[in-house]
């Protein structure tokens, strides 16, 4: 199985900034797309950053150019710069990967989806 160990979060001003990291451990085999969902109290999980494993990216409209994600492949870790946060990216965020394990080579994937456990992050005003 392939696990998702997310860290970093916490509570910050508006204005600062917080970095997230994820990285897949377990029986990987390989891992393709990455990503960052955040849900906030009463909405629904929404996607706000992710990258292929090319390094082509995809960001939310709201945090276009305060966001950065990046990835370490040969770390299967994804990154999650956020700077100039605001109140309302208030969240819990979710680290997501598409990755293929050990054993789902053997069944023919191309591929299933892990989540992580998710971190807090709190801007405050």
């Known amino acids: 199985q392939v696990q998702l160990v997310e860290s970093g979060g916490g509570l910050v001003q508006a204005g600062g900034s917080l970095s997230l990291t994820c990285a897949a451990t377990?029986?990987?085999?390989?891992?393709?797309?990455m990503g960052w969902y955040r849900q906030a109290p009463g909405k629904e999980r929404e996607p706000v950053a992710t990258?292929?494993?090319?390094?082509?990216?995809f960001y939310t409209a709201s945090v276009q150019g305060r966001f950065t994600i990046s990835r370490d492949n040969a770390k299967n870790t994804v990154y999650l710069q956020m700077n100039n946060l605001r109140p309302e990216d208030t969240a819990v965020y979710y680290c997501?990967?598409?990755?293929?394990?050990?054993?789902?080579?053997?069944?023919?994937?191309?591929?299933?989806?892990?989540w992580g456990q998710g971190t807090q992050v709190t801007v405050s005003y």
């Open positions: 997501y990967a598409d990755a293929i394990s050990t054993s789902g080579v053997v069944r023919g994937s191309d591929g299933d989806d892990y």
């Open positions: 990258i292929t494993g090319v390094g082509s990216t």
């Open positions: 377990g029986s990987v085999f390989r891992v393709n797309a």
